[in-house]
Antibody, heavy 120, light 111 residues
């Protein structure tokens, strides 16, 4: 199974960051896994953003919940992230990852990551 | 929510054993499983330990994990250190709402 992030590498402040994760080598439409987004910056380290199920149910990090929307397209084997009202603090490498649906919550595998810079 | 605190860096010589700690700030470390990830420069993290002490297939048995309720911490030990073990290591757990928490990461230097 492989995951690949895609989307703009540069986003202006106050705009919306949009990323897509394409899953290959397996179906996203499975009850065995959730699909998650994690970001990494030098300032904050690894930070979980949110996770979603193939049915569309989601749960988000409390600190980002007001700005995050995740969606899934099982026909394209893709899931997506939108983060609104971005600031420079949202500059990070964004990863998508597969997450076990049952505990423990473990992310494996991860995509290669994509750098998103917030700047005017 | 709780935090996971790791030492910023550790170093040890090849062939030796190093242990990296991960201390939970509140709530029992035993309440929710701890995972450990290895991240080499420019690469995505990969799992080296899950469920406190389980190794995924392909991870050498030089890697081991444990938890200690007395110190409310988890530990990752790497024995027979090799230069290829140089990397950043992150612990990760979750709370009762399945909100995920990562530790700040530890840079391992093998010198």
């Amino acid at each position: 199974l492989q995951l690949q992030e895609s989307g703009p590498g540069l986003v202006k402040p106050s705009e919306t960051l949009s990323l897509t994760c394409t899953v290959s080598g397996g179906s996203i439409n499975t009850s065995a896994y959730y699909w998650g987004w994690i970001r990494q910056s030098p300032e904050k380290g690894l930070e979980w953003i949110g996770s979603m199920f193939h049915s569309g149910s989601t749960y988000y990090a409390p600190s980002l919940r007001s700005r995050v929307t995740m969606s899934i397209d099982t026909s394209k084997n893709q899931f997506a992230l939108k983060l609104s009202s971005v600031t420079a603090a949202d500059t990070a490498v964004y990863y998508c990852a597969r997450q076990m649906a049952a505990v423990p919550i473990n992310f494996d595998p991860w995509g290669q990551g994509t750098l998103v810079t917030v700047s005017s | 929510n709780f935090m996971l605190t790791q030492p910023h860096s550790v170093s040890e010589s090849p062939g030796k054993t190093v242990t990296i700690s991960c201390t939970r700030s509140s709530g029992s470390i035993a309440r929710n499983y701890v995972q450990w990830y290895q991240q080499r420069p420019g690469r995505a993290p990969t799992t080296v330990i899950y469920e406190d002490s389980q190794r995924p297939s392909g991870v050498p048995d030089r890697f081991s994990g444990s938890i200690d309720s007395s110190s409310n911490s988890a530990s990752l030990s790497i024995s027979g250190l090799k230069t290829e073990d140089e990397a950043d290591y992150y612990c990760q757990s979750y709370d009762g709402n399945n909100h995920v928490v990562f530790g700040g990461g530890t840079t391992l230097t093998v010198l």
